[in-house]
Each structure stands twice: as C-alpha cells, then as structure tokens.
C-alpha cells in the first residue's frame, strides 16, 4: 500500500513569488490536511480538506490556499512568498473521521531567498 | 485555543534504560492521542496511539493515558541509539468536534551508548 507522496521534496523560491506543492494520500483517505514545520513555532495546522471541501482552517494569512481534486489529491498554494514562508511543508493524510491516525508524507522543504 | 505541552528536553539516557516522555493537553474533551517520532530533517512517524485511559503496549513502547489528569505518557523500554529523535504528541477529537489533531513541539531525546 502506497504512502503519502508530496512533490517536490525541495523548493527555492525568491520573495514574491507563487509556489504550489502537492500531496497525494494512502489510498483511500479522503481527508489532507497540511502543516508548517520550523524550528521556532513546531507544527503548525495550516488547513484541511475532505471531499474535495476545506472543511477545517489555521490561523494563517490569505496567501496560503489550498484545494482538493475528486481523486482526493491535494495542493497547497502560497502567493507572494516571504522570507518567514521557509519551512518544511507537511501533508497528512487520514480517513476522515474519529479514531483516525494521520499519515505524513516525507515533506515539501521551502526555502524564500 | 487547545493546547499540548511537551517539555522540550533534550531528555538524555543510557542505552538500555527506559526513557520516559510525557505530555498535557488542554481540551478535556479530546479522545485520540497519538505520538509520532520524527528524526532530524524528516518527517513525523506515527508510533503509538491511544484513546481508553490506561495502559497500551507495543513492543519496546507502552502509551500511558490518564484523561483525568490530562496527561499521556510513552515508555520507551531497553533505549537504543536508534531511538534518539524528537517525540510529539497529538490530541483530537475535543471541543467543537474537530478530528485535526493538535501537535506539541516535540520533545528532543538522546539514547547515548
């Protein structure tokens, strides 16, 4: 049974620019969710999508969206990239509902130079 | 806001001996609990979870649940070097029905030879 799979595994971006990163789950799972990771502030919930719906929401700025396709693959995008966007992008992937354990998959790695 | 302490560490032991890492969590209402290893530079491994107050044992590792304390605990028995890596904890299911598990920041743990 496949795992978890997020492309690409590293990214160098300059300030301003746009990035999406992608997650595919374990088969089967229809929910995604996606986390930040820095040594600062640990891992932080970005957003969740079931049923191609985002059905749960972090505290972060508009710049970060994402969406869900019918297949339950997810993207995540970040617009207008700044320095502090660094970090290691994390995607989980679980059934959904309650007693669910998440799934990471082996990360996006993003550094705004 | 839900919340999940960790100590940071870094707990250090002797191979061999049993590391003991511990964990609270804010919301009374949480029913799923799960640690997760991660190893320097990447990403989260689920190793236990645990959702009845009590004991749950597998292998080397024993999850410890006191929902009255708000307090989980994992033993890792006979420590190996291999062990060494941060442990997190996560907690959901609590207030508001909400099944994204909130992670601490990790406790670091070095198994020395």
């Known amino acids: 049974k496949a795992g978890v799979t997020q492309t690409p595994r590293y990214l160098i971006k300059t300030r301003g620019q746009q990035v999406t990163l992608s997650c595919s789950p374990i088969?089967?799972?229809?929910?995604v969710s996606w986390y930040q990771q820095t040594p600062g502030q640990g891992l932080q919930f970005l957003f969740e999508?079931?049923?191609?719906?985002?059905?749960n929401k972090g505290n972060f700025p508009g710049r970060f969206s994402g969406r869900q396709f019918s297949n339950s693959r997810s993207e995540m995008n970040v617009s207008t990239l700044e320095l502090g966007d660094s970090a290691l992008y994390l995607c989980?992937?679980?059934?959904?509902?309650?007693?669910?354990?998440?799934?990471f998959g082996q990360g996006t790695r993003l550094t705004v130079v | 806001q839900k919340e999940v302490e960790q100590n940071s560490g870094p707990l250090s032991v002797p191979e061999g001996a049993i590391a003991s890492l511990n964990c609270t969590y804010s919301d009374r209402g949480s029913q799923s609990f799960f640690w997760y290893r991660q190893y320097s530079g990447k990403s989260p491994e689920l190793i236990m979870f645990i959702y009845s107050n009590g004991d749950k044992e597998d292998g080397r590792f024993t999850a410890q649940l006191n929902k009255a304390s708000q307090y989980v605990s994992l033993l890792i028995r006979d420590s190996q070097p291999s062990d060494s890596a941060t442990y997190l904890c996560a907690a959901s299911g609590g207030s508001g029905g909400s099944y994204i598990p909130t992670f601490g920041r990790g406790t670091s743990l070095i198994v020395h030879p």
């Open positions: 989980a992937s679980t059934g959904g509902g309650q007693f669910t354990e998440a799934f």
């Open positions: 999508y079931f049923s191609e719906t985002q059905r």
């Open positions: 088969s089967g799972h229809r929910s």
